[in-house]
């Protein structure tokens, strides 16, 4: 059975609190592009990854073929790369508080994929259908609550809507 191992990397963007754009191979280095065969848990979660670019997914399934937990909770990700379906080993895929609109055709590729988080994310109600199509023994947290708009924007929206509402 494979040793869980816990890797968690701080960059210095991070610890000085840097917005700037971060892809995965700003937070995860040279280790990247390094075997890590023994990494059976990979925690990206709250590093401000605002993409995973499909070189990087290729890199990430290539050097961390036993990752069974891959934690991307809390980013800025609009979306995932192809290569993602090439993680065949997860169990669990950590994706709530992201950007996503879409989730790539190769999530039905995932067959130990056991929980997906997908909450607070922008998904539409299509998208969710699809997902749960391409994943249907997956238990599927959050798939009711996602972001159709930003907060503002609705309220905006709705006090528009009321003052319409006044003029009938």
Excluded at 52 to 63: D, F, M, R, S, V
Excluded at 83 to 93: E, S, V
């Amino acid at each position: 059975m494979l040793k869980k191992i816990m890797l968690t990397v701080v960059t210095a963007g991070l610890l000085l609190g840097s917005l700037q754009a971060k892809s995965l191979r700003d937070v995860l280095g040279s280790s990247l592009d390094q075997m890590n065969a023994g990494v059976a848990e990979l925690n990206l979660a709250a590093k401000q990854l605002t993409e995973i670019t499909p070189q990087e997914g290729e890199l990430l399934a290539k050097n961390y073929p036993n990752l069974i937990s891959l934690y991307l909770s809390f980013n800025l990700l609009k979306r995932l790369p192809e290569p993602i379906g090439d993680l065949t080993k997860l169990t669990y895929l950590g994706l709530r508080t992201n950007q996503l609109t879409s989730m790539p055709e190769s999530i039905g590729d995932l067959i130990n994929l056991k929980e997906l988080s997908l909450g607070d994310n922008l998904l539409s109600p299509q998208k969710l259908v699809k997902i749960r199509a391409a994943l249907p023994r997956v238990k599927i947290y959050g798939a009711d609550n996602q972001r159709s708009a930003p907060i503002a924007m609705r309220r905006v929206r709705s006090a528009r809507g009321r003052r319409l509402a006044r003029r009938v």
